[in-house]
């Protein structure tokens, strides 16, 4: 037996009406709002050590992401069913799973500069990326600044990197997020690309190269 963990698009449909258009509006749009809150898990640098007593906080962030692992192994093998999918998802694991393993990964495998940078990134750009692809006027321009301003917050305002480095930096890290963002493959999304491609890029030059 199936089990649904959504209200069959109700709230969906609401969305989009409330934004003038139809369910499918208000899927998409409910799935980049969910794009966007991944960003949370920057929460991981706030909370103190001891936050969680029993735990270190590292345990809690992997057992995050294993329980989105074996989320989505059930819904591969007894048909549990999650909103906002798209079809394309059905046979092949979800942009999700991607989306917190790029996240979780960038966390534990660089400084924390570069990870809010390519977390920030990410969480924010790939949406606003899929709304403007195909109109000249804001694509890829919109996405590149973006891109640029949340990597200089990341690098420069919250990490302490300096400013001229962080900046150019952050040129290179968008560029790269930007054209990362773009192919569709099959069995590797974006969402894992456009995290590692500008974080490996920030850690060679900013943290091998410049000793930041």
Do not use: C
């Amino acid at each position: 037996m199936e089990l649904r963990l959504h209200r069959g698009g109700r709230f969906r449909a609401w969305l989009g009406a409330r934004l003038g258009g139809d369910a499918e509006l208000g899927n998409r749009a409910w799935r980049r709002i969910l794009h966007a809150l991944a960003a949370a898990v920057l929460v991981y640098y706030i909370l103190p050590n001891g936050f969680f007593v029993i735990v270190p906080k590292e345990v809690v962030l992997g057992a995050g992401l294993t329980a989105l692992v074996i989320l989505e192994i059930l819904r591969h093998t007894v048909g549990v069913q999650l909103p906002t999918l798209r079809p394309y998802e059905e046979g092949r694991v979800a942009s999700y799973v991607f989306l917190a393993l790029a996240f979780v990964g960038a966390i534990v495998l660089f400084p924390q500069p570069i990870a809010v940078a390519v977390v920030l990134g990410t969480a924010f750009v790939d949406p606003i990326a899929g709304e403007v692809r195909g109109r000249p006027q804001l694509y890829p321009g919109l996405p590149l600044v973006a891109y640029f301003i949340l990597a200089l917050a990341g690098l420069w305002a919250i990490g302490g990197w300096p400013f001229l480095p962080s900046a150019g930096l952050a040129v290179g890290a968008a560029i790269l997020a930007v054209l990362a963002e773009r192919p569709k493959l099959p069995w590797l999304d974006d969402d894992l690309l456009m995290t590692f491609a500008p974080a490996l890029f920030l850690y060679a030059v900013g943290v091998l190269l410049l000793a930041l």
